[in-house]
T-cell receptor, first 116, second 108 residues
Framework: EPEVTQTPSHQVTQMGQEVILRCVPISNHLYFYWYRQILGQKVEFLVSFYNNEISEKSEIFDDQFSVERPDGSNFTLKIRSTKLEDSAMYFC??????????????FGPGTRLTVT | GIQVEQSPPDLILQEGANSTLRCNFSDSVNNLQWFHQNPWGQLINLFYIPSGTKQNGRLSATTVATERYSLLYISSSQTTDSGVYFCAVGEGTYKYIFGTGTRLKVLA
């Protein structure tokens, strides 16, 4: 069964460094998402991406964040200058949309980001 | 934006017991999913259920969209059912709003 994959599974970085989290959505899916979950809290929406542009973003998704689909398979989240409060689990998701009409979201296993 | 409330926040069961988890949402939605977050933090998709009833083994779910709630039933609970259960509702096409979750612990 197709699945969303994410790399790395765990990343440790120093405050102020740039990180790139990578995701491979399910092939043929048209909608892509990033969410984050601070330890012990609920999952929060960051951004959605469709047709090579951002569809919607939350207040959390400020200028230090960016997303990119550099090729036909990868979807990345970049954090330019990490802060301690960026420590969280980051989930990538994708949904088919399009002619299927389904917006069921399929989540990857997550990348745990630790900022020291 | 849509508010999503889940109840109860915490639940402790003996193995073999049944339980019902509830998700209330403040506005009409076109998409709703239930997830189980396992101890490793992974979100396991249980049901995509914007309306109606579905069953998968010991789990079943019902969404009554007109009354803005969804229920997740767990029967004959097992220790492996422990974890956090999240309801997520679609706000528009492009995002899900997650509830605060129900933390379930099943005792052997």
């Amino acid at each position: 069964e197709p699945e969303v994959t994410q790399t790395p599974s765990h990343q440790v970085t120093q405050m102020g460094q740039e990180v790139i989290l990578r995701c491979v959505p399910i092939s043929n899916h048209l909608y892509f998402y990033w969410y984050r979950q601070i330890l012990g809290q609920k999952v929060e929406f960051l951004v959605s991406f469709y047709n090579n542009e951002i569809s919607e973003k939350s207040e959390i998704f400020d200028d230090q964040f960016s997303v990119e689909r550099p090729d036909g398979s990868n979807f990345t989240l970049k954090i330019r200058s990490t802060k301690l409060e960026d420590s969280a689990m980051y989930f990538c998701a994708s949904s088919p949309g399009g002619y299927t009409g389904s917006y069921e979201q399929y989540f990857g296993p997550g990348t745990r980001l630790t900022v020291t | 934006g849509i508010q999503v409330e889940q109840s109860p926040p915490d639940l402790i069961l003996q193995e073999g017991a049944n339980s019902t988890l509830r998700c209330n949402f403040s506005d009409s939605v076109n998409n709703l999913q239930w997830f189980h977050q396992n101890p490793w933090g992974q979100l396991i998709n249980l049901f995509y259920i914007p309306s109606g009833t579905k069953q998968n083994g010991r789990l079943s779910a019902t969404t009554v969209a007109t009354e803005r709630y969804s229920l997740l039933y767990i029967s004959s609970s097992q220790t492996t059912d422990s974890g956090v259960y999240f309801c997520a509702v679609g706000e528009g096409t492009y995002k899900y709003i997650f509830g605060t979750g129900t933390r379930l612990k099943v005792l052997a």
